[in-house]
């Protein structure tokens, strides 16, 4: 298959599932408006649908997800087809070769349960529907190192490496490509992301929901395994690793594999782990249950530009705020010119890189208040902020699968990495600590992300 060869057809397990109705069909309608998709999409599913049926739920989905245009929406509905049949019976992949008929280069995502990868992947091959073809799959990638470097094998069984598309959803949105654009389109960044100028670095990914219903799905997970071994990593990979040496779609892979392997791996001494007060009375989780929905954790890269430099990374439910960013606080001037003490405690000049609920990048800085005293007062300055992904995550990987182009999605090397740095702090090796539901998890937390607590409302200055 040639990298660059556009995908003639589009195929996606679990097309009655949750993920299909919440972001697969309204992803799927945009790549049909933007003339992305004119060839076959074809769902698969349990028996007992029907192509009526599967064109209603997608109209529903559409919907409900306020996306609903009748246009591109009637040119989908002509697209798709369906294919019903249990997963495991070979003769659900003999019905899908059928329905493929001349497609050269399909695409099959599988938005299924992880423990039905190995089958589905397996008949996928059997069946001749994997020759020349694209697979897409949905994370989690394993549950820890060993069991990701079998799903691997399995894989490439199959599908060479450059058609396997592994999905972190959080890759694909536009802050966290901007993220990247603006650390490597500014030159006046490049001589301050080191550890001559940097303090320390705090990533969060604060949800103020709870659970949702998802009790089961969180037993098996909880907040390490959930956000921190694959989105977080990624985003400390995104704000620390050097620049790219070419346009390959390789290259920006290569460098964040680089950077992942040079984390040390996270020691349980530098982990706090919470779990909010009523989790346990949510439906589907034990009365006893360990698993965290707090994480906090000191993370130390051992390569020239950051060594010595602390980054400290935090995710959890039922916080006070919902808030995606990464701030980089830099180090306090060596010297107090005007007799303020900037040097000892005071919160120093930062770098905001606000992902979600907006997108906003911006500079912490003092300014001098008016009067004869020079004394400041500390001030945002943003360079850019507006409102929501301008690009939905899953119509810009669908579209870049579609194209053969893996800039997006995670390397194999680069998930092994983060498995090995989390691997030290899975299952209960660290103290489960409560905390209130509306708080930023536990006390002991505090002392792992000084001033980010304080950033809620700055001041802005135009």
């Avoid at 985003?235 to 290569?254: F, G, I, K, Y």
């Avoid at 906090?296 to 935090?314: C, K, L, Q, S, Y």
Wanted: net charge negative.
């Amino acid at each position: 298959m040639s990298a660059g060869e556009h995908s003639d057809a589009f195929v996606f397990f679990g097309a009655t599932g949750d993920l299909a109705r919440k972001k697969i069909f309204p992803a799927l309608q945009d790549l049909v408006k933007r003339g992305v998709l004119d060839g076959p999409v074809i769902g698969v599913a349990r028996p007992g649908w029907s192509i009526e049926r599967l064109r209603e739920r997608a109209k529903e989905s559409l919907q409900e997800n306020k996306s609903f245009d009748p246009k591109a929406f009637e040119k989908l509905a002509g697209l798709l087809r369906y294919c019903e049949g249990e997963y495991s019976q070979p003769s659900t992949f003999d019905r899908l070769r059928e329905i493929l008929g001349p497609a050269k280069c399909p695409v099959h995502y599988l938005a299924i349960p992880p423990s039905m990868f190995a089958t589905v992947v397996s008949e996928l091959g059997r069946s001749g529907c994997a020759n020349n073809a694209r697979v897409m799959i949905e994370k989690p990638f394993g549950r820890d190192l060993a069991s990701a470097q079998s799903l691997n094998r399995c894989l490439l069984s199959v599908f060479p490496e450059q058609a396997i598309f592994r999905i972190d959803h959080y890759l694909g949105k536009e802050p966290v490509q901007n993220l990247l654009y603006f650390r490597f389109s500014n030159s006046f960044l490049e001589p301050l992301l080191n550890r001559e100028f940097v303090h320390s670095v705090q990533i969060t990914m604060a949800e103020k929901i709870g659970l949702e219903g998802r009790g089961r799905l969180y037993e098996e997970t909880g907040a390490i395994r959930d956000v921190i071994q694959n989105h977080m990593l990624q985003l400390v990979a995104n704000v620390s690793m050097d620049a790219p040496t070419s346009h390959d779609n390789e290259a920006l892979r290569d460098e964040k594999a680089r950077l992942l392997r040079a984390i040390k791996p996270i020691s349980p001494e530098d982990v706090v782990r919470g779990q909010f007060r009523g989790y346990r009375d949510e439906s589907d989780v034990a009365k006893d249950s360990t698993v965290e929905t707090f994480a906090a954790m000191r993370v130390h890269i051992d390569n020239w530009r950051w060594a010595g430099v602390p980054f400290f990374v935090r995710a959890g439910k039922s916080l006070p705020a919902a808030r995606g960013e990464v701030l980089v606080f830099l180090k306090a001037p060596p010297f107090s010119v005007f007799g303020e003490d900037l040097c000892n405690g005071a919160r120093p000049n930062y770098l905001r890189f606000r992902i979600s609920p907006d997108v906003t990048i911006a500079l912490g800085v003092r300014t001098k208040e008016p009067g004869e005293a020079m004394r400041g007062d500390e001030v945002e300055l943003i360079a850019t902020e507006h409102g929501g992904d301008q690009l939905d995550a899953y119509a810009r990987l669908v579209s870049d699968a579609m194209k053969g182009d893996p800039t997006l999605f995670a390397r194999e090397d680069a998930i092994e990495a983060q498995w090995r740095l989390v691997e030290p702090i899975l299952g209960n090796l660290t103290p489960l600590s409560e905390y209130e539901p509306g708080t930023w998890g536990p006390k002991e937390a505090e002392r792992l992300t000084p001033w980010a607590n304080e950033l809620d409302t700055p001041k802005v200055k135009s």
